[in-house]
């Protein structure tokens, strides 16, 4: 039967699964796959596996919970191998590479930010600060069949706009980067300028997110500042 993979972490950490069942109906009955260095908590695959409440619920429940005792690689949702000896295969190629990262992780959480801006804010900074873009808007206004300034005032924004989030995000991740150990940039969404995630160890976590809340002051309600976490350190795996 494949065998469904949840983590991986070091042989010797805890793993304190009693009460906790697997994906599946009725949950798979979860186990560990070692090597002497490494070991992969798994079960069972079930045939019709989909992204279910439930499902998804018990993944990050054994996640979090050996999170708890230490560091864990965490892996993506339906992630599959053939059975438990691939797994163990797998385990003893990349030995170095997963005992790297581990140790990488250890005593780390990861904590998203995401940053966003109020629309019209910015474009009353961008139309008060640029006399060419002031200079389109009224001509448009006063000749609206004026297709090609238009196209041209909306280009002139749209770059502008473009050019302030990115460095608006830049200066954020710089501000923030010195209590974290590592960041990692995600693509920017429609409603935010900034996507990041970053490494924070365990023992800095407080600091970090006051932090994030002094920033989020200082920036005034123009400025949402949302940080979600501690997550599973997908980002850094």
């Given at each position: 039967m494949a065998t469904y993979i949840y983590a991986i972490t070091a042989a010797d950490h805890p793993q304190k699964l009693d009460g906790l069942?697997?994906?599946?109906?009725?949950?798979?009955?979860?186990?560990?796959?070692?090597?002497?260095?490494?070991?992969?908590?798994?079960?069972?695959?079930p045939e019709d596996l989909r992204a279910k409440r439930r499902d998804l619920a018990a993944h990050q429940a054994v996640l979090e919970t050996l999170m708890a005792d230490g560091a864990t690689l965490p892996m993506r949702f339906g992630l599959v191998g053939p059975d438990d000896d691939s797994v163990v295969s797998v385990l003893e190629e990349s030995q170095s590479g997963y005992t790297e990262r581990l140790s990488e992780l250890d005593g780390c959480l990861e904590y998203n930010l995401k940053a966003a801006r109020e629309e019209e804010s910015l474009l009353r900074e961008i139309i008060g600060q640029s006399e060419e873009i002031r200079r389109l808007r009224e001509f448009t206004r006063e000749h609206p069949e004026a297709q090609d300034e238009k196209m041209r005032l909306g280009e002139l924004v749209s770059n502008e706009v473009q050019a302030r989030n990115e460095a608006e995000g830049k200066e954020l991740v710089e501000r923030l980067a010195g209590g974290a150990q590592q960041y990692s940039m995600g693509e920017p969404t429609q409603q935010h300028f900034l996507n990041v995630s970053f490494l924070v160890r365990r023992e800095k976590a407080a600091a970090f997110s006051q932090a994030v809340d002094e920033e989020s002051q200082r920036r005034g309600e123009e400025y949402k500042l949302t940080l979600y976490g501690p997550l599973p350190p997908y980002s850094f795996v």
């Open positions: 069942t697997g994906v599946g109906d009725p949950g798979g009955e979860l186990r560990s796959v070692k090597t002497k260095a490494l070991s992969a908590v798994v079960s069972d695959a």
